[in-house]
């Protein structure tokens, strides 16, 4: 600790850090552009200027940017001081000479820094009296508006967007105060954290094109506590609602998690939840009367005690829904609806999260990796927020070094990135095909699945050879496992990552290997396994059985009557079968939030709520339980899940759930009951947690029109409807201050409307929010004992004639279900196409665009192929979950139709 | 190259790659109290006993040929007549640093004498002063020319080294220091091409006796380009020391104002440093007669002083307006502000336009108050220096000028017809006295 004098009074501060942080924290509001919590400081903008004397008798002082000095003990600073004052309004009066002052038409209004910044140093009367400078505008496709005229040139959004992202199609042009931020020409921006920058511009340049098609300001949505869908990182967002519609997604700050920053299919894969495809009313086959809560209620009941039912769990639905669910049909007749070979993967993973030596990593444990291992995984689309925190990892190093051989801070970014130049943190990255990590990597290899595992088994053995040896290795291949196990060896904080990508058990197992040998050898390793969807981790958790055994059930007249829980079976198992399973079931009963294949077929559809419009609980893959919150009432029948599935018990007569009610009652039962679950009901506050009695408000102080908003329909205001499972209110009345971590429904305080307000809520600067960052990680390894390896030993990829191994390929834009039903998402899916080594169409005689025919489990399958040069030979890989993309449990052999040649 | 040999060229290498070690010839060079002629004339010894070297990192050397100043055009005449001196300074500069890569930064439109510079080194290279191994003495260099980036700024070195990288110009933020964090992340030396050419006589004939030419703690000699309203304009190599009146009046140099009219203020060293009106450039406020030295220039602060700066020496007559000449200056900073951080990038857009505005007869008198306000908030508070080089002209102009600026301001008419003249601050040496 040292002790900072600010205007004469002394303070304790943190070593290390900068004089911004340190006032910032201490809770002075100095005014700031250029620094970035996440990006450290450049000194550009100027705007952060105090005063500072060398000593107590020092009465000049001199102004120093305060982003750019370290704290010293006994350092003398001054914030009041009337040059430093001046200079800082000074800086705005400048920014303000070239910004057009358009905040009535600027989508950024009301959540601008710029603003916020102007208000604080109290610039407010215009000497410039000239023409201001203009520019011209790029479309950059469906995500981003640019406004250039609003640019005050902090350079953050380059500092984002190219540095911390990697993103190469963003630059900063020309000079002097024409220097323009943009792309060389019109065209989508293609860095896939590209809709950060609507939250790092501290101005109206870029912002959130998703917003626009329906804009309401900051101050007049309805905002809550969520949880992205997209994925299985488990990134927290706010979402935002006005006139019940969906209307925006911000990141919400977790630091053990995401942050300041989330993908941009989180971002703008919203956009289902407004959609024409949402299942809003109830729907029984043969009977259209049926449009009440109550009448289905009592007509779905009548069909579930008919038969005998199956229940069918969902990785996307939260934790309380398949609880629900499985209480509903009972335990032995829970079935988990997820591909049988994403069942077996997932499971296995649990297995080793929970039995093994070693913990995941937090995100600051990835960032802070010393060495990485990347086994079979292709992580921008199977786990893209991963990607970027690997991206500072690989700095990290050498960023340390130089920092201390050069005395300059860490924080001091451009010095640092500049001296770093293009070196990186060992980082191997080995997977079937080329991938974006591939940037970051010391070194690539492109092998297939059984290769990488037998590659992995191979360090592992090198690391520890109590795991067999692997036969048969290439000269390559034993060169570079020796040399990874030696530098995995070397590293104090080694990351191994694997996970479903691959479709591989032995790849997930190998990269368990390595880890438990680098834990043996007493390193601090983590272990990373993706599994693929928000609540996959929960499912498993839970336990069930396969889908498969659900489909013999039907089959074999054990079942007659399906409950679907939030899923489309199409997706999950081939065509043919689930026809089969449909047509064989007497009674689906389907609970979903959107219109599909599935929907189609069943005869009662009872419309669920999005995560907008429910509560619930999600596992992340991290094995980290969160909460997210409703963000609005929607109209109709609409509700959660697990609210209709406890009404449907009740009304069936079965008792289990009748004593749950609201979202507390499961949650505390599903602790209670399910000891795997043990602490999810201290995740978040329950619902009748106050502060000073009030609830905490979703809505802004300052939300407007809450009387006439609906006045065209009804004179008089509703009454606003109550929340009887979160300590949220639905109005603005209510606590607005800064509530626990885990319900902070936006950022906001006072002089700090925009984003920026996040410093507000942590405990310093950085740091973790006030009360710690939310979630509750629910594995972590057994007490240190010796591992038992798998050791597998598999042979190498044998290449079969007129045979191709396909694997799944997954794609950030276009294989998630419900983020499709984003236009701008839906624009950028990649083509639906198979992929194979150019050597082997060429073998073929087929050429990119042309088709191939093949078989798969006794079925025929035509579809398009793409040649790629550094593909393996004899493994393909095919798009998963794109439109016009059939589902195949994958991977497995293709048995290719001879082409026919004329 | 055989003139160059002929008189004796390349005898430097010779000696400090056979004869010396590296720390010898830093310490003539230190011994010499050579400064830097780049503009801010910090001690070219000190700088290079600065340069970090780490274990295994390279070290490189780089000169800065990226001159382009308004008012200074010496370095385009010395790579043009004499570019072996260079070259010869940059081996035994580099040999002294323990760099074996270096590079000479051109600026970009001097295209021709790029095309000159590389014929020189491949002449060098032919003679084995390049290349590995140099005269048997085990030392390597490469030398490279880079054309600079078309850009002002790209001469400030840490922009040019981010030019030299292939990045945008933008200058970085010190510390660290080139000699710390340079080229490619490493530790780098940027000196000016004058500077690096004095090298090469001081390796020779020893600093002491480079330390004897000069005057105090200026030694040596230094390029002078004389411009403006003289009789002479041209480049001249002065012995640092000689009296500025000498320099403006006599033959020997500039010869006088042109067309015997009478001196009204001058630019000592080039566009970024204060303007100085007839009466202080000649002499000090104590009456002392200035001098062409970094001290004597310098002598007065800037409330009646100014800069040595890199030689540019800009004359203007009793004709010359201030405020058209301040404009015209500050429009060029205007122009060259790599945009980087606001007080450079905004104020000095601000600054041109309310010149401008008075210039052309529609300021008004806070106008000038205005001025004095934006600059003074610059200066000082910029990651670069040009944020210093574009508000010093703008405050010296009116703290001497300032009755020219009001009066402009007062006589929009008037001002647009005819010049402000000579006024309170004008030259007390009449032309005659000087000629006497
Ligand atoms: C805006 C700006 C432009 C500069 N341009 C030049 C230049 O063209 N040539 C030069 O030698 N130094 C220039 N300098 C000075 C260099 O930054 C640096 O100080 C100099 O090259 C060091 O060499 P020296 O020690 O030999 O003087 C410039 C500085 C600034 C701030
Ligand atoms: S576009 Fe935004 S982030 Fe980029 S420089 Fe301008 S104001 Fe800053
Ligand atoms: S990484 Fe996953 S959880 Fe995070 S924002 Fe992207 S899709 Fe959502
Ligand atoms: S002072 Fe001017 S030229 Fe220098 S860094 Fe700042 S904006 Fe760029
Ligand atoms: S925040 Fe310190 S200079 Fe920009």
């Known amino acids: 600790?040292?002790?900072?004098?600010?205007?004469?009074?002394?303070?304790?501060?943190?070593?290390?850090?900068?004089?911004?942080?340190?006032?910032?924290?201490?809770?002075?509001?100095?005014?700031?552009?250029?620094?970035?919590?996440?990006?450290?400081?450049?000194?550009?903008?100027?705007?952060?200027?105090?005063?500072?004397?060398?000593?107590?008798?020092?009465?000049?002082?001199?102004?120093?940017?305060?982003?750019?000095?370290?704290?010293?003990?006994?350092?003398?600073?001054?914030?009041?001081?009337?040059?430093?004052?001046?200079?800082?309004?000074?800086?705005?009066?400048?920014?303000?000479?070239?910004?057009?002052?358009?905040?009535?038409?600027?989508?950024?209004?009301?959540?601008?820094?710029?603003?916020?910044?102007?208000?604080?140093?109290?610039?407010?009367?215009?000497?410039?009296?000239?023409?201001?400078?203009?520019?011209?505008?790029?479309?950059?496709?469906?995500?981003?508006?640019?406004?250039?005229?609003?640019?005050?040139?902090?350079?953050?959004?380059?500092?984002?967007?190219?540095?911390?992202?990697?993103?190469?199609?963003?630059?900063?042009?020309?000079?002097?105060?024409?220097?323009?931020?943009?792309?060389?020409?019109?065209?989508?921006?293609?860095?896939?954290?590209?809709?950060?920058?609507?939250?790092?511009?501290?101005?109206?340049?870029?912002?959130?094109?998703?917003?626009?098609?329906?804009?309401?300001?900051?101050?007049?949505?309805?905002?809550?506590?969520?949880?992205?869908?997209?994925?299985?990182?488990?990134?927290?967002?706010?979402?935002?609602?006005?006139?019940?519609?969906?209307?925006?997604?911000?990141?919400?700050?977790?630091?053990?998690?995401?942050?300041?920053?989330?993908?941009?299919?989180?971002?703008?894969?919203?956009?289902?939840?407004?959609?024409?495809?949402?299942?809003?009313?109830?729907?029984?086959?043969?009977?259209?009367?049926?449009?009440?809560?109550?009448?289905?209620?009592?007509?779905?009941?009548?069909?579930?005690?008919?038969?005998?039912?199956?229940?069918?769990?969902?990785?996307?639905?939260?934790?309380?829904?398949?609880?629900a669910l499985r209480k509903l049909v009972g335990e032995d007749n829970f079935y988990h609806g997820v591909a049988d070979t994403e069942f077996d993967l997932v499971n296995l993973t649990l297995r080793i999260l929970k039995e093994g030596t070693v913990r995941t990593p937090t995100l600051p444990e990835i960032e802070s990796a010393d060495a990485i291992l990347i086994l079979g995984e292709d992580l921008i689309n199977t786990a893209p927020r991963m990607v970027l925190a690997l991206r500072q990892a690989v700095r990290r190093g050498p960023g340390e070094a130089l920092s201390a051989r050069m005395n300059v801070p860490l924080w001091q970014d451009a010095a640092i990135r500049q001296a770093i130049q293009q070196d990186k943190a060992p980082l191997f990255s080995i997977t079937p095909y080329p991938v974006r990590q591939d940037e970051l990597a010391t070194k690539s290899l492109y092998e297939s699945p059984d290769d990488i595992s037998?590659?992995?088994?191979?360090?592992?053995?090198?690391?520890?050879?109590?795991?067999?040896?692997?036969?048969?290795?290439?000269?390559?291949?034993?060169?570079?496992?020796?040399?990874?196990?030696?530098?995995?060896?070397?590293?104090?904080?080694?990351?191994?990552?694997?996970?479903?990508?691959?479709?591989?058990?032995?790849?997930?197992?190998?990269?368990?290997?390595?880890?438990?040998?680098l834990k043996k050898s007493g390193k601090d390793v983590r272990l990373s396994l993706t599994v693929p969807e928000c609540n996959s981790m929960g499912l498993a958790m839970m336990g069930g059985h396969r889908l498969e055994s659900a489909l013999d059930a039907v089959a074999h007249g054990h079942a007659d009557t399906v409950i679907i829980l939030e899923n489309d079976l199409y997706r999950r198992a081939e065509k043919t079968l689930v026809d089969e399973f449909l047509q064989k079931s007497?009674?689906?009963?389907?609970?979903?939030?959107?219109?599909?294949?599935?929907?189609?077929?069943?005869?009662?559809?009872?419309?669920?709520?999005?995560?907008?419009?429910?509560?619930?609980?999600?596992?992340?893959?991290?094995?980290?339980?969160?909460?997210?919150?409703?963000?609005?009432?929607?109209?109709?029948?609409?509700?959660?899940?697990?609210?209709?599935?406890?009404?449907?018990?009740?009304?069936?007569?079965?008792?289990?759930?009748?004593?749950?009610?609201?979202?507390?009652?499961?949650?505390?039962?599903?602790?209670?009951?399910?000891?795997?679950?043990?602490?999810?009901?201290?995740?978040?506050?329950?619902?009748?947690?106050?502060?000073?009695?009030?609830?905490?408000?979703?809505?802004?102080?300052?939300?407007?029109?809450?009387t006439a908003k609906e006045a065209h329909i009804q004179v008089s205001e509703r009454k606003p409807p109550s929340d009887e499972d979160s300590p949220l209110s639905f109005t603005m009345e209510g606590y607005h201050g800064i509530p626990p971590s885990a319900v902070v429904p936006f950022f906001w305080a006072p002089g700090w409307n925009s984003i920026q307000s996040i410093n507000k809520y942590q405990i310093e600067v950085g740091g973790p929010l006030h009360d710690g960052d939310p979630g509750r990680r629910l594995i972590e390894p057994g007490d240190a004992h010796t591992p038992v390896f798998f050791a597998e030993q598999a042979a190498p990829f044998p290449i079969r004639p007129d045979c191709l191994y396909l694997i799944p390929q997954y794609a950030i834009f276009g294989t998630e279900e419900f983020s499709v039903h984003s236009p701008g998402i839906a624009s950028r899916s990649p083509a639906a196409a198979i992929t194979v080594a150019r050597a082997d169409a060429d073998s073929w005689g087929l050429r990119d665009g042309d088709l191939l025919e093949f078989q798969f489990n006794g079925q025929e399958y035509k579809l398009a192929i793409q040649t790629n040069q550094q593909y393996p030979r004899g493994m393909g890989t095919l798009p998963i979950g794109l439109k016009g993309v059939p589902f195949m449990d994958l991977p497995g052999w293709i048995r290719l139709k001879p082409v026919e040649r004329s | 190259m055989e003139v160059y040999r002929k008189q004796g060229g390349y005898a430097a290498v010779e000696k400090a790659l056979k004869t010396m070690t590296p720390d010898e010839v830093l310490e003539e060079v230190k011994k010499s109290g050579l400064r830097g002629r780049g503009g801010a004339g910090f001690p070219t010894g000190l700088k290079w006993s600065f340069l970090?070297?780490?274990?295994?990192?390279?070290?490189?050397?780089?000169?800065?040929?990226?001159?382009?100043?308004?008012?200074?055009?010496?370095?385009?005449?010395?790579?043009?007549?004499?570019?072996?001196?260079?070259?010869?300074?940059?081996?035994?500069?580099?040999?002294?640093?323990?760099?074996?890569?270096?590079?000479?930064?051109?600026?970009?439109?001097?295209?021709?004498?790029?095309?000159?510079?590389?014929?020189?080194?491949?002449?060098?290279?032919?003679?084995?002063?390049?290349?590995?191994?140099?005269?048997g003495s085990g030392y390597d260099l490469e030398l490279y020319v880079q054309p600079g980036g078309g850009a002002y700024i790209c001469g400030e070195e840490t922009a040019l080294i981010e030019s030299l990288e292939g990045k945008r110009g933008n200058p970085r933020i010190k510390p660290p220091f080139p000699a710390v964090s340079g080229v490619w992340g490493c530790p780098t030396v940027v000196n000016n091409v004058e500077t690096i050419a004095a090298t090469s006589w001081i390796?020779?004939?020893?600093?002491?006796?480079?330390?004897?030419?000069?005057?105090?703690?200026?030694?040596?000699?230094?390029?002078?380009?004389?411009?403006?309203?003289?009789?002479?304009?041209?480049?001249?190599?002065?012995?640092?020391?000689?009296?500025?009146?000498?320099?403006?009046?006599?033959?020997?140099?500039?010869?006088?104002?042109?067309?015997?009219?009478?001196?009204?203020?001058?630019?000592?060293?080039?566009?970024?440093?204060?303007?100085?009106?007839?009466?202080?450039?000649?002499?000090?406020?104590?009456?002392?007669?200035?001098?062409?030295?970094?001290?004597s220039l310098a002598e007065g602060g800037f409330v009646s002083g100014t800069m040595l700066g890199s030689g540019g020496f800009i004359v203007m007559d009793e004709d010359a307006c201030i405020v058209r000449n301040t404009w015209n200056f500050t429009r060029f900073y205007h122009h060259e502000s790599c945009g980087q951080c606001s007080p450079c990038r905004e104020g000095t857009g601000w600054m041109e336009k309310v010149l401008h505005r008075i210039e052309y007869g529609h300021g008004k008198m806070s106008d000038i108050d205005l001025l004095v306000d934006v600059a003074a908030k610059i200066e000082g508070n910029t990651i670069c220096p040009l944020g210093d080089a574009a508000a010093w002209p703008v405050g010296s102009a009116i703290r001497h000028f300032r009755d020219e600026f009001e009066w402009h301001v007062r006589e929009p008419r008037l001002s647009q017809e005819r010049n402000y003249g000579l006024a309170g601050y004008a030259d007390p040496l009449p032309v005659q006295a000087a000629e006497a």
């Open chain 2, 203 to 295: 390796v020779q004939h020893g600093g002491d006796e480079y330390a004897k030419i000069g005057i105090g703690r200026s030694t040596g000699t230094k390029l002078i380009s004389a411009c403006g309203n003289i009789n002479k304009p041209g480049i001249y190599e002065i012995e640092l020391g000689l009296p500025v009146e000498e320099f403006i009046y006599s033959d020997e140099y500039c010869g006088g104002i042109a067309g015997g009219k009478r001196l009204k203020a001058v630019v000592a060293g080039g566009s970024s440093v204060p303007v100085l009106p007839a009466n202080l450039i000649l002499k000090t406020m104590a009456g002392e007669s200035r001098l062409m030295s970094y001290e």
């Open chain 1, 1 to 323: 600790m040292a002790t900072l004098f600010i205007d004469n009074a002394p303070y304790q501060v943190k070593e290390g850090k900068n004089l911004l942080e340190a006032c910032l924290s201490l809770g002075f509001d100095l005014p700031y552009f250029c620094w970035h919590p996440a990006m450290g400081s450049v000194g550009a903008c100027r705007q952060c200027a105090v005063k500072s004397f060398r000593d107590e008798e020092d009465t000049r002082g001199k102004l120093v940017m305060s982003c750019m000095e370290p704290v010293r003990d006994q350092a003398r600073i001054s914030i009041q001081d009337a040059e430093a004052v001046g200079f800082r309004a000074g800086i705005i009066e400048w920014l303000m000479t070239n910004h057009p002052h358009d905040c009535a038409v600027c989508d950024e209004g009301g959540s601008c820094h710029l603003q916020d910044m102007t208000v604080m140093t109290g610039h407010n009367y215009r000497r410039f009296r000239f023409n201001k400078r203009t520019y011209r505008n790029q479309d950059l496709g469906p995500f981003l508006n640019h406004e250039m005229n609003r640019c005050i040139h902090c350079y953050r959004c380059i500092r984002f967007y190219k540095d911390y992202a990697g993103g190469k199609d963003l630059d900063a042009m020309g000079a002097h105060n024409h220097v323009y931020f943009g792309r060389s020409e019109d065209g989508v921006l293609e860095n896939e954290f590209s809709g950060n920058l609507a939250e790092v511009c501290p101005t109206g340049v870029f912002t959130d094109k998703s917003l626009k098609q329906h804009y309401t300001r900051k101050w007049d949505m309805t905002h809550a506590p969520s949880l992205c869908q997209g994925c299985a990182m488990g990134c927290n967002i706010i979402a935002s609602e006005r006139y019940g519609e969906l209307r925006q997604i911000s990141s919400r700050f977790n630091g053990e998690v995401n942050g300041y920053f989330i993908c941009d299919r989180g971002r703008f894969g919203y956009e289902f939840v407004n959609s024409e495809d949402r299942i809003r009313e109830i729907g029984v086959k043969g009977k259209p009367e049926i449009k009440d809560r109550d009448s289905l209620l009592r007509t779905a009941a009548a069909r579930i005690r008919e038969g005998s039912v199956l229940g069918i769990g969902s990785p996307r639905a939260s934790l309380e829904s398949n609880f």
């Open chain 2, 52 to 135: 970090a070297k780490p274990e295994g990192v390279p070290r490189y050397l780089v000169c800065n040929a990226d001159e382009s100043e308004p008012g200074t055009f010496k370095d385009r005449d010395l790579m043009v007549r004499n570019p072996h001196s260079l070259i010869e300074g940059m081996i035994v500069s580099s040999f002294a640093l323990g760099a074996n890569t270096s590079y000479i930064y051109v600026r970009g439109e001097l295209f021709y004498v790029i095309r000159i510079l590389e014929k020189a080194i491949s002449e060098a290279r032919e003679k084995g002063f390049l290349g590995k191994n140099i005269l």
């Open chain 1, 454 to 517: 037998r590659i992995g088994f191979a360090i592992a053995h090198a690391i520890d050879p109590d795991v067999t040896e692997i036969k048969r290795l290439s000269d390559e291949e034993r060169m570079w496992t020796a040399h990874m196990a030696a530098v995995l060896l070397r590293a104090e904080r080694p990351l191994i990552i694997s996970g479903y990508g691959a479709g591989s058990e032995a790849v997930i197992k190998s990269a368990a290997d390595v880890a438990w040998a």
């Open chain 1, 586 to 706: 007497r009674h689906v009963i389907l609970l979903d939030q959107v219109y599909h294949q599935t929907a189609e077929e069943a005869d009662v559809i009872i419309p669920a709520g999005t995560f907008a419009e429910a509560d619930g609980t999600l596992i992340s893959g991290e094995g980290r339980a969160q909460r997210f919150y409703q963000v609005f009432v929607p109209d109709g029948p609409v509700q959660e899940s697990w609210r209709w599935l406890q009404q449907l018990a009740e009304a069936c007569g079965n008792r289990t759930l009748s004593h749950l009610r609201i979202l507390d009652d499961f949650v505390l039962e599903i602790a209670k009951t399910c000891p795997q679950f043990e602490g999810i009901e201290h995740i978040a506050p329950p619902s009748d947690f106050r502060i000073g009695a009030q609830k905490i408000a979703r809505q802004p102080h300052r939300y407007s029109g809450r």
